[in-house]
């Protein structure tokens, strides 16, 4: 029986759709006129229930949250991809469906991915977000990230500017 309202968990591979789902409407929520209609799109038909089936089963760590039983959110993380920063752990993406944002859940989210990257060793977190996405990039400064780095990223015929906020490894 459960007892708890909001809980982050790992996913399984019976979430698969209900990622994609996330997956779906989070991006469209928060790329629609920033990147271009058709790459978006694309973007988001390639992450089927398969696609995400597939990194489950791959290894990849996918850190689940869920709100009244309904997936609310993911985020993935395993370790920096990004050379010449003091970060063991990277979130890679953290993304919310519409209707659960701004109301604390993406706080918990992250909580949890960070606090299961440093128990897996990974002190020191850095995430990258497109600059453009205003909401994204107060959220992670709202988190206590600084901004470390910016990097870029071609798509649809466009250069995008991705900005890179890291935490330090934390005390204890």
């Given at each position: 029986m459960r007892t708890q309202l909001v809980e982050t968990r790992p996913a399984r591979q019976t979430?698969?759709?209900?990622l994609a789902d996330?997956?779906?409407?989070?991006?469209?929520?928060?790329?629609r006129g920033l990147l271009d209609g058709l790459d978006l799109e694309?973007?988001?038909t390639n992450r089927s229930p398969r696609w995400w089936a597939d990194a489950l089963s791959r290894g990849v760590s996918i850190d689940l949250l869920e709100v009244s039983g309904?997936?609310?959110?993911y985020a993935t993380s395993g370790p920096c991809r990004m050379r010449g920063l003091a970060?063991?752990?990277?979130?890679?993406?953290?993304?919310?469906?519409?209707?659960?944002?701004?109301?604390?859940?993406?706080?918990q989210l992250f909580e949890a991915t960070r606090a299961n990257l440093e128990a897996k060793r990974?002190?020191?977190?850095?995430?990258?977000v497109l600059?453009?996405?205003?909401?994204?990039?107060g959220f992670y400064r709202a988190m206590g990230g600084k901004l470390?780095?910016?990097?870029?990223?071609?798509?649809?015929?466009?250069k995008l500017e991705l900005l890179v906020y890291c935490w330090p490894a934390r005390a204890g």
């Open positions: 979430d698969a759709a209900a996330v997956h779906a409407a989070a991006w469209r929520g928060a790329y694309r973007l988001v309904e997936v609310a959110g970060s063991g752990g990277e979130i890679y993406e953290l993304y919310l469906h519409p209707h659960y944002q701004g109301l604390g859940f993406g706080r990974m002190a020191g977190l850095a995430v990258r600059g453009e996405n205003t909401p994204a990039c470390a780095n910016r990097t870029w990223h071609s798509t649809g015929g466009r």
